[in-house]
């Protein structure tokens, strides 16, 4: 962990300042220059339009820890039959379907910039002016990222993609008070999503939404934990996530 580490971090949004896309990464420092050029042209490229401002942050930083990446199921049958089974499979304990529900809601309204929280109480928490929180300072340690895209390109055409929501879903479940996450894609013409835990992994969640459909994501967190602890995790903690763990399960 002596290296030196950055983060970097994109954010990119229409005239009403309405996000358009967004990009989390922590390199090493001889990285970060060509890095910064792809996530600009990504930015102008992003399906979801062309940005009226690009913001791109690089800040040194010193890594706090590591977290195990999450191991990947990759199921057969489409989303909307997975969700019952894994409401099935984590019972009480995980509301699959409150997460659910919770997720609905958010697609039928103006994208976040980050996450919405929802306790088991039922408390649909949007942090930050109801921008929601964003998971951050998350990144992979050396000489695994091509070995990781090309075992995930044996599951989706896609891998960059599901590669770096696997990253920011293993950082949120490692924190304390943190039980589950789904996500749907807010890409347009991306039907994808996926739901996590401890439990379950990475499961992906395939054509879950219309094309035209809006997306978002939703952290289930205990009652217990207070919310600043679960934030500066999220938020502010630097982690590289290490593969010991990882495996891609098909069913």
Same mark, same amino acid.
């Given at each position: ?93 995980? #509301?699959?379907?409150?997460?659910? !529900?919770?997720?609905?809601?958010? +697609?039928?309204?103006?994208?976040? $910039?980050?996450? =919405? @929280? ?67 894609? #807010?890409?347009?013409?991306?039907? !994808?999503?996926?739901?996590?835990? +401890?439990?379950?992994?990475?499961? $992906?969640?395939? =054509? @879950? ?43």
């Amino acid at each position: 962990m002596n290296d030196q580490w950055y983060s970097l971090r994109m954010r990119a949004a229409d005239c009403e300042a309405r996000h358009l896309s967004g990009y989390e990464d922590i390199l090493p420092m001889e990285e970060i220059p060509r890095a910064a050029q792809d996530v600009a042209a990504r930015a102008f490229g992003h399906v979801n339009g062309q940005p009226e401002s690009i913001n791109i942050r690089i800040d040194h930083v010193e890594i706090a820890g590591t977290f195990p990446l999450l191991p990947v199921c990759d199921p057969v049958a489409l989303g909307h039959d997975m969700l019952p089974l894994l409401a099935a499979r984590c019972g009480a304990s995980l #509301d699959v379907m409150a997460l659910w !529900h919770a997720l609905q809601r958010l +697609a039928n309204q103006p994208p976040l $910039r980050g996450a =919405a @929280l929802l306790r088991t109480s039922g408390e649909l928490i949007l942090h930050g002016d109801a921008r929601g929180v964003r998971v951050s300072h998350f990144g992979l340690e050396r000489g695994q990222r091509a070995q990781l895209a090309q075992q995930l390109a044996t599951i989706s055409d896609q891998p960059q993609r599901i590669l770096e929501a696997l990253l920011l879903t293993s950082k949120a479940l490692a924190a304390p008070g943190v039980l589950a996450e789904i996500c749907l894609s #807010d890409d347009r013409g991306y039907p !994808h999503g996926y739901f996590a835990s +401890a439990l379950t992994g990475y499961v $992906r969640l395939k =054509a @879950l939404k219309g094309e035209q459909s809006g997306g978002g994501r939703v952290f289930l967190i205990d009652d217990a934990t207070p919310l600043t602890v679960i934030i500066e995790w999220l938020e502010e903690r630097p982690m590289l996530a290490t593969t010991d763990f990882f495996r891609i399960d098909t069913v």
